[in-house]
Nanobody, 123 residues
Framework: QVQLVESGGGLVQAGGSLRLSCAAS????????MGWFRQAPGKERDVVAVINWSGATVYADSVKGRFTISRDNAKNTVYLQMNSLKPEDTAIYYC?????????????????WGQGTQVTVSS
């Protein structure tokens, strides 16, 4: 059974850092494009960052320079390092995977999703 499991969320003060992890199981994901999305209360789910098999990345403008997406194909794991966190970063963060390697930014481009992990940034 294919699964994506996120971890690393929590409560942090503004200016702090968190590192999210997404462990993939059930198949090898090294050729998959992987992404982090987030959904704040009352808002749509939006892309945060995506990474393809070769390490190419794309970031949402709101997180450029603060967040870094990376992957360890040997561990089947994708990471999101979040620095200089702001209250507006508060959301449920989801890991997603798509079989094709293209760097797509829309929710509908991804067929596999984790259950999400809550990130809360206090002011």
């Amino acid at each position: 059974q294919v699964q994506l499991v996120e971890s690393g969320g929590g409560l942090v003060q503004a200016g702090g850092s968190l590192r999210l992890s997404c462990a993939a199981s059930g198949r090898t994901f090294d050729t998959y494009a992987m992404g982090w999305f987030r959904q704040a209360p009352g808002k749509e789910r939006d892309v945060v960052a995506v990474i393809n098999w070769s390490g190419a990345t794309v970031y949402a403008d709101s997180v450029k320079g603060r967040f870094t997406i990376s992957r360890d194909n040997a561990k089947n794991t994708v990471y999101l390092q979040m620095n200089s966190l702001k209250p507006e970063d508060t959301a449920i963060y989801y890991c997603a995977a798509r079989k094709d390697p293209g760097l797509r930014l829309q929710v509908y481009d991804y067929s596999l999703w984790g259950q999400g992990t809550q990130v809360t940034v206090s002011s």
